[in-house]
């Protein structure tokens, strides 16, 4: 369990192609059952912790940072129904959005989400895809992905962020929210508390019976769940060689954190 839970971060240049060859395919993952996104876009603001706080964060941040420069264009990882491009649209609605997604059910809730803003742009495409591929064209202002990353493994988020950094214009920024990997078991123990005590919160304010969403704090790390640690994950961004990389949040287990190329 330990090993897992602190696993050492070694950068391997070279070593990705062979790693493509296990990368598990996202059309068997849960994603690609629609009941289960539903599910997820109908619950997120119980069981994501502080979910709006986390779009306030996002938001500023891409007022300070982002907007200021002409002709803005963005890219959302694991998009989902739209929820992040959305905030920033509603921010600055003529920004040039493309959204990328493994669930094409997703897709549609983002294109619905989406009807009435003129420069959105939708890819199906698994994050392995966008890897293994190259699948994503030009460059951006601002790459955004939200609970999203933790589905691949350490070595094709590196991967990944590779591919991000040469997919951001200089000065562009990568931020990424999502839940990690406590480094220590202890670490752990109190922060899966924190997050049942949130979740019980909402459950007070909201009347809701039952322990259905206790058991989303069991799935965590199971099967198609693998989080790492946030310091593997700002160490691989700086060694790729973003700059200004830091945690922008954090709550237990739920980060914000990013750099800049
Ligand atoms: C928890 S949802 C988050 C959606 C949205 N970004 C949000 O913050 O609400 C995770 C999303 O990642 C997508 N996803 C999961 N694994 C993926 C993969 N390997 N490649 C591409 N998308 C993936 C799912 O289809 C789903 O839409």
Redesign the pocket.
Known sequence: MSAILNPPYVPIPGIFLLLFEV??E?NK?E??NAEF?QE??EN?DIY?VE?RRLLEILRSFYNHFINKKPNIRIL?????????THELLKVNNSISATL????E???NKARKRLTGFNHTHFIK??????IDKNLVQGNFDFIV?????H??TMD?KEALFRSIYSHLDTDGYFLN?DVVLAPTEALERWYLLLWKEWIDERKTLLKIEGNYFDEIIKRYKLA?NKPDTLDAQIEALKYIGFKDVDCFYKYGIFTMYGGKK
């Open positions: 990368m598990i996202f993952s994603w690609a996104s997820y876009i997120s994501i979910r959302d990882l694991g998009c989902g129904d739209g929820i992040i990328i997604d493994g669930s059910d997703m897709l495409a698994s994050f392995q895809e966008i992905s939200s609970l999203a990353i589905h691949i094709e929210i198609e």
